[in-house]
Structures are given as structure tokens and as C-alpha cells.
Nanobody, 124 residues
Framework: QAQLVESGGGLVQAGGSLRLSCAAS????????MGWFRQAPGKEREFVAS????????DYADSVKGRFAISRDNAKNTVYLQMNSLKPEDTAVYYC?????????????????WGQGTQVTVSS
């Protein structure tokens, strides 16, 4: 069964950086796009970034453009999220997800597989 495992979360001061990883073991053959979402306490899960398994384009939420970068390593079935210039409002549980869709799906309902999440805490 397909499994997504996130790692790399932690506690960092404002202005710092973290890199999240998402390893897709038993890679879902039907997945075409990988995404990162986040959910802060009391808030809905929100889109952060997405990238297809093929091609060079990416998509980002406005709140992270210019600070976060999504990338992939097809040979390792792994997707990364480099987070720079972190702000306290970036504090959340970050989830990796896989979608069968093309065209940069941005809604959680468009994703079929989810990781367990990794906590990112940014202190002021």
C-alpha cells in the first residue's frame, strides 16, 4: 500500500529555515501531483505548494511565494519543501499529499493519499 512519510519538522526562530522531506514508499502509480498542505490549531487545512512528478512547473500559495520552494527527486520518490524566512504564522502541522490530478490541484479533497504530518513551530 502506498505510504507517505514526512520528516524534517522542528522548532526554529523567526527568519530561520527548515527543509521538509516526503518519502513516497510504494509510490502510488496513479499519483501525478505531489502537494504540501498545512494546518494550524483551530484552522482549516490549507494549500502550500504542489509539483507534478514530471515537468518543471510548480505552484504556491501567495502567503509562501518567494520564501518556500518545492522540489522532487524522482529517483528517490521524494518531495521536498525548503522553507526560508520563516514567520510565526507559518507554525502548523505540515502534510504531504499525492493526487491523481494534473494542473496543480489546490484543494485537500483533490488528494488521495496523505502522510501523518510533521510539526513546524516558528518562535518570535
Amino acid at each position: 500500500q502506498a505510504q507517505l512519510v514526512e520528516s524534517g519538522g522542528g522548532l526554529v526562530q523567526a527568519g530561520g529555515s527548515l527543509r521538509l522531506s516526503c518519502a513516497a514508499s510504494g509510490r502510488p502509480l496513479s499519483s501525478n501531483t505531489m502537494g504540501w498542505f498545512r494546518q494550524a490549531p483551530g484552522k482549516e487545512r490549507e494549500f502550500v505548494a504542489s509539483i507534478p512528478w514530471t515537468g518543471g512547473s510548480t505552484d504556491y500559495a501567495d502567503s509562501v511565494k518567494g520564501r518556500f520552494a518545492i522540489s522532487r527527486d524522482n529517483a528517490k520518490n521524494t518531495v521536498y519543501l525548503q522553507m526560508n524566512s520563516l514567520k510565526p504564522e507559518d507554525t502548523a502541522v505540515y502534510y504531504c499529499a499525492a493526487s491523481e490530478r494534473y494542473g496543480f490541484p489546490g484543494s485537500p479533497s483533490e488528494y488521495n493519499y496523505w502522510g501523518q504530518g510533521t510539526q513546524v513551530t516558528v518562535s518570535s
